[in-house]
């Protein structure tokens, strides 16, 4: 672990980054505030094309980012590294916690017998 | 190792014993703490991963009942989005008197971020309650326990930040910012913002995927 950060600094915290700058705080209001309006927009217009769809993950994707680095202030520098060691560590669990449970659950439901809807109401 | 990290703070003794003075902990509001603070985050962001992956499975499983486009209001949704950016905004101009030494300005921003906190979970009631009525229940389908055990878990954390955020705003009353309420409003800092990105994930791919499938 880096000692740097652990030497007497004063009123610690503002230099290591934890609470941002006001610049950081206002650039993370408009792009959150930019992100979160347009995949509202584009969802309330009423589109359902795969494209539209496609933008508003990856908008989410931008938005996440956007709330990790100006918000939370995590960056490969804050704290020796350890949060974003640990942030990215999460975000790899977090993928394959979701991306494979879908995928493996999707299989399973191929392999079972198909039910209507008449049946699953008399369930 | 140890002993030299364990010693290093102090610095003077030779005994190897460890002095905490009052003023020890004003060097770095929070140190450890906020590392161990994000790691308890992370594992917060797992429960999430692992609701978002139930949710995942199940939300097309309306076992007859109705689907999300039925049931999905946007415009509240928006609603509540709007609430809990504009809070996690508010939080951050928090940060910003606390850094100026403004006990009363971090008070002041602190009580408006809760009161844009418990109106979140105030709409979110109000939802739940007229779905509840309309008969989506969380017992209708697997879709529908997948989204309550979701939604509401979220809700839970904000309730408790809620908490959270007026013990501190009393202790800020009566103590102002004394190294361990620095760290303290460090950490809600955190946990609240990590709240609006889960958030971000709900509203994606609940809410907007729901209503356009």
Request: glycine share 10%; hydrophobic share 50%.
């Amino acid at each position: 672990m880096s000692t740097s950060h652990h030497t007497p600094a004063g009123h610690g915290g503002a230099e290591h980054g934890n609470h941002g700058s006001k610049s950081s705080l206002w650039i993370g209001s408009i792009l959150s505030i930019v992100l979160t309006v347009i995949p509202f927009w584009l969802a309330m217009s009423g589109a359902t094309s795969a494209a539209a769809i496609s933008a508003i993950f990856i908008l989410a994707m931008v938005q996440i980012a956007v709330h990790v680095r100006y918000f939370l202030h995590i960056d490969s520098s804050t704290e020796g590294g350890w949060t974003f060691l640990a942030f990215i560590f999460t975000a790899i669990i977090v993928v394959i916690t979701i991306i494979g449970s879908i995928w493996v659950m999707y299989h399973l439901n191929l392999n079972m017998m198909p039910m209507s809807i008449d049946e699953m109401r008399q369930m | 190792m140890s002993a030299d990290l364990i010693s290093k703070p102090t610095g003077k003794n030779a005994s190897g014993r460890v002095y905490h003075r009052p003023e020890d902990d004003h060097h770095h509001a929070g140190g450890a703490t906020m590392v161990g603070f994000f790691i308890y985050l992370m594992s917060d962001a797992l429960i999430f991963a692992s609701l978002f992956a139930a949710y995942g499975v199940l939300s097309r499983n309306y076992a007859g009942g109705p689907s999300p486009r039925e049931i999905f209001e946007l415009p509240l949704v928006a609603l509540n989005t709007g609430l809990l950016l504009a809070s996690s905004i508010t939080f951050g101009i928090g940060m910003q008197a606390m850094v100026a030494g403004n006990v009363r300005g971090v008070i002041r921003w602190l009580i408006i971020t809760g009161i844009l906190g418990a109106a979140f979970v105030g709409v979110e009631l109000h939802e739940f309650s007229g779905l509840i009525a309309e008969g989506a229940t969380p017992q209708r389908s697997g879709f529908l326990s997948a989204f309550f055990t979701l939604v509401a878990t979220h809700g839970t954390h904000v309730t408790f930040g809620i908490i959270w955020l007026v013990t501190l705003v009393f202790q800020l009353n009566k103590r102002g910012l004394t190294p361990d309420n620095t760290r303290r409003i460090l950490c809600l800092s955190m946990f609240w913002h990590f709240l609006d990105i889960i958030w971000i994930g709900v509203f994606t791919f609940v809410y907007l995927f729901g209503a356009m499938r």
